[in-house]
């Protein structure tokens, strides 16, 4: 099943498969249910309207979205070529049972497929960051996924880990969407991954890589962010990346990033 989220005259309204659900259905409503009760739930309250409006980030106000770092051993060595002063930082956590887990975006700034995501005026090097999304409920399962864009600025993060909230956090530094895949966690682990940046009509960079090169587990990454938190809304959790263009790459205004993961796309200028 296929859940997204549209504009409509009457407000956002969310849709399965393509045809609205009740005014007043939200992700927290769907993420509030236990796990077996979702796909049948989203089946009775299907409507015969067809969602036709401008597609939006398919999450709620109040969900949160979290990152995971260094669950790939591209990622290690990019952030450790990328460190000035602590490489063996990015070792240490790859090596380590605890994962990195960081705040990424509040719902309300995280933008969708076909919107604006920013570099930092502040920076001099950035990239995309292409990663699947889990998508978990209130009871820390994870339901589905959906594809993220984790904006890093590499200059920042580079000149200092404790730098990292700047280097990720801040407007216009997430994207997740088309919309949300239910999937159990079994199901993704042998998805591909695709980047691919356009600047003035040309490929700048593409790159691919697959959810099996990963180091850790998707549940394990779960498992981590809901310890001694709670998630009454449910919450997203972007599992890092292992595409990461050359260190002389850097975006420009104007390039467009499409990232793509089994079937989806996620496309977003940047500004």
Known sequence: MYLTRH????????AVDGKLLPAGVTLSTLLALP??????????????????????????????????GVTYLRSRDARKAESETAADVYQQVYD????????KQVGWR?????????IRADTTWNVPEPELCLVINAAAHIVGYTVGNDMSSRDIEGANPLYLPQAKTYDGS?????????????????????LEIERNGAVAFAGETSTSQMKRT??????Y????????????LMTGT??????????????????KIDGMTLENTIA
């Open 7 to 14: 504009s409509t005259s009457a407000g956002p309204r969310w």
């Open 35 to 68: 796990e077996g009760r979702l796909s049948s739930l989203l089946t009775e309250l299907a409507t015969d309207e067809e969602a036709a409006g401008p597609l939006l980030a398919p999450l709620d106000d109040h969900q949160e979205v979290w990152g995971s």
């Open 96 to 103: 380590a049972d605890r994962p990195e887990i960081f705040f």
């Open 110 to 118: 995280t933008v969708g497929h076909g919107q604006t995501v920013r």
């Open 174 to 194: 997430a994207a997740v969407g088309p919309g949300i895949r239910l999937a159990a966690a079994g199901a993704l682990t042998d998805l591909a991954i695709n």
């Open 218 to 223: 998707f549940p394990d990454l779960a498992e």
């Open 225 to 236: 962010l809901m310890r001694e938190m709670t998630f009454p809304h449910g919450a997203l």
């Open 242 to 259: 292992g595409i990461v263009p050359p260190d002389e790459f850097t975006l420009q205004c104007g390039d467009i990033a499409r990232i």
